[in-house]
Structure formats: C-alpha cells, structure tokens
C-alpha cells in the first residue's frame, strides 16, 4: 500500500493562494489515480479535485473550477494542488488519496483506497 504525506497548508487571506504537495512512498505513483479531498468541520469529505495516472483526465468540483490545479509528478512521485483566488468556504482539511481506478474513471470516495493524515487549510475573510 502506497503511503501519503500532504504540507503546504496554513493560514492566508481571502483571495491568496497556496500550493498543496502530497508526497507518497512504499509504491510509486504512477500506478494510482490521485485525488484531493477535503473535509469542513460538521461535513462530508468531498472530492475538490483528481487526476488520473497519465496526468491526461483531470476532474475538479464546480466551485473550484478555474481556481484549482491539480498536477502531478509521477518521477519525484508527488501530486500537487495549486489553490488561487482562495475563499473562506475553501477553509477545512485538504486530504490526498490514492485509487486503483487509474484511468480516472471514477472518483468516488469509495474508489480512493490510501489516505495522507490531510493538511489543514485556513481562508481569513
């Protein structure tokens, strides 16, 4: 089983920007599609952003459209989610997962098998 560790998370300011990593050892990425979830206190985890193995489908929730970027380093095996233009219903804790369904043909929860401890994300208005 692959294992994830996400940093670069912290405080900002409404309409600042930080950058996500998600460093994974044990197996090497590339045989995972990846995904971004997060998780506000009292709500779901929810799926923010994915990207399958070749980097080629990537997938992002409406309100992240435009403002997200998921990326991936498959040789340093490391994903990335650059977050702009961030707001305060951005704040929660932002988790990296792994899913056997490499091609990214599925991006539901249940379809992510590993898990990083998640990093948390503060947006101040």
């Known amino acids: 089983q692959v294992q994830l560790v996400e940093s670069g998370g912290g405080l900002v300011q409404a309409g600042g920007s930080l950058r996500l990593s998600c460093a994974a050892s044990?197996?090497?990425?590339?045989?995972?599609?990846m995904g971004w979830f997060r998780q506000a206190p009292g709500k779901e985890r929810d799926i923010v952003a994915g990207i399958s193995w070749s980097g080629i489908t990537t997938y992002y929730t409406d309100s992240v459209k435009g403002r997200f970027t998921i990326s991936r380093d498959n040789a340093k095996n490391t994903v990335y989610l650059q977050m702009y233009s961030l707001k305060p219903e951005d704040t929660a804790i932002y988790y990296c997962a792994a899913s056997g369904i490499r091609d990214g043909s599925s991006w539901s929860r249940g379809a992510f098998g590993s898990w990083g401890q998640g990093t948390q994300v503060t947006v101040s208005s």
């Open positions: 044990g197996r090497s990425l590339s045989g995972y599609a």
